[in-house]
């Protein structure tokens, strides 16, 4: 079998090329997709995707790259898809990103230039001990990298090109998805998966390599409003009933030491408030719940009302609205009904010659609603750390072994195939 190779530095020059579009998304946008700038990337992708001769690569009005790579054999193969997303996170600057690219890394401090104070230590990124005379790939220290999930797009499109390139190695039908909106939860509300005619996907969108996931958190949004009373200062002894200081006192109380982000790991879940606002008459807190059991995840909504019930009794004239709201579903349920699905990816890795990392997500993926959708889609490792901060990083290396990983993926489909 032909080995992948990074021919003329193509999968790092696609990256860095990548990066530098601006693509950030905004959860509170109401379009689709929430920034019109991620259209930008979606027409750089088509037009490349023509150029490796996809002709019927496009770009849809919701901003999702659809395009095909025909199968090659007489085989009846299931149709396979590969995703990335295309959007940044919301959480820290994606616009004028400055790749660097430090070659054969001997494990020192990485300085950034940009700003001095964000360094990457190995003792701040344990996955740095493996990357020993490798490239590792860092913004500047004004933004983030971008390589959540640019580096999932960038691996996707070399593994296009490569079979495209090598008819004589044998697939079948594989469907190539990109999508917007990930980051703020709303990556998968317009796909189209009549057209798409997948039967199973595989989302290339984790960290270390080597890793695979077959399960995320499950995960609600709530949003809490309280009604206070308002009044004149001057004149509120006796009226005023201040929203901001009664949901102060509610997130004061929540748990410290248990279900919250800080405070736990593994498959222990959370309850986390990430924005509040508002005034004396009326504040409102945005929290996301997260656990990797249904059951849990409800408990934790019921600790947050009942919490919210016992601070507002100190308060006669308030009122408060609590309103929980599904976002995704753990996908393991699903895909342990699939097991080949998980089973073809972790032999991919150990062809790429790495040990797999079988895992579960401390959060989502477009997968995870795919998955439910009716579409099994595990998640498989991209090579990128740090994401969503100034930190962030890849390593050129890891990103080569999961454009074989993915190549290999759609030869085992055929292989197994009848």
């Known amino acids: 079998m032909l080995k992948y190779h990074n021919k003329g530095n193509s999968l790092q020059n696609r990256f860095t090329e990548y990066v530098k579009i601006d693509t950030q998304s905004d959860p509170e946008s109401a379009t689709s997709p929430t920034t019109e700038k991620q259209k930008n990337m979606g027409k750089v992708l088509v037009a490349q995707l023509l150029e490796i001769g996809i002709t019927d690569a496009h770009l849809d009005e919701y901003g999702y790259v659809y395009a095909t790579i025909p199968s090659n054999t007489e085989k009846q193969v299931p149709v396979i898809c590969f995703c990335s997303h295309m959007d940044t996170s919301p959480d820290c600057s994606g616009l004028d990103v400055k790749p660097i690219i430090h070659a054969n890394y001997q494990g020192q401090d990485l300085v950034l230039p940009d700003d001095p104070s964000i360094v990457l230590k190995m003792s701040a990124h344990p996955d740095l001990k493996d990357q020993i005379g490798n490239d590792i790939i860092t913004a500047s220290g004004t933004t983030l990298l971008g390589a959540d999930n640019k580096a999932g797009l960038a691996e996707i499109m070399e593994a296009t090109a490569f079979l495209v390139q090598h008819p004589e190695l044998k697939h079948g039908t594989i469907k190539i998805l990109f999508t917007p909106d990930e980051e703020v939860g709303r990556g998968v509300d317009n796909v189209d998966l009549k057209k798409l005619g997948a039967d199973f996907a595989y989302t290339i969108d984790g960290e270390t390599c080597g890793s695979i996931e077959d399960e995320t958190f499950s995960a609600d949004g709530a949003v809490l409003t309280i009604n206070g009373v308002s009044s004149h200062p001057g004149f509120a002894k006796g009226k005023m009933e201040s929203a901001i200081k009664i949901l102060s006192d509610i997130i004061s109380a929540l748990p410290k030491d248990t279900l919250t982000p800080e405070a736990t790991s593994g498959k222990q879940g959370f309850l986390h408030p990430v924005t509040i606002q508002g005034n004396a008459e009326q504040a409102n807190a945005h929290f996301i719940i997260r656990d990797f059991e249904d059951e849990q995840l409800a408990a934790h909504g019921r600790t947050l009302e009942e919490l919210v019930k016992?601070?507002?009794?100190?308060?006669?004239?308030?009122?408060?609205?609590?309103?929980?709201?599904?976002?995704?579903?753990?996908?393991?349920?699903?895909?342990?009904?699939?097991?080949?699905?998980?089973?073809?990816?972790?032999?991919?890795?150990?062809?790429?010659?790495?040990?797999p990392k079988r895992q579960s997500i401390r959060g989502g993926t477009d997968g995870s609603r795919l998955s439910v959708m009716g579409l099994p889609c595990p998640n498989i490792f991209a090579g990128e750390h740090a994401f969503h901060g100034k930190q962030e990083w890849a390593s050129v290396q890891d990103m080569e072994k999961a454009v074989e990983t993915i190549i290999n993926v759609a030869l085992i489909w055929e292989e197994k195939s009848k």
């Open 310 to 355: 016992k601070i507002i009794a100190v308060y006669p004239n308030s009122t408060y609205e609590l309103k929980i709201k599904e976002q995704y579903r753990n996908m393991k349920k699903v895909l342990d009904k699939y097991p080949q699905v998980l089973e073809y990816g972790v032999l991919a890795i150990e062809r790429a010659g790495i040990k």
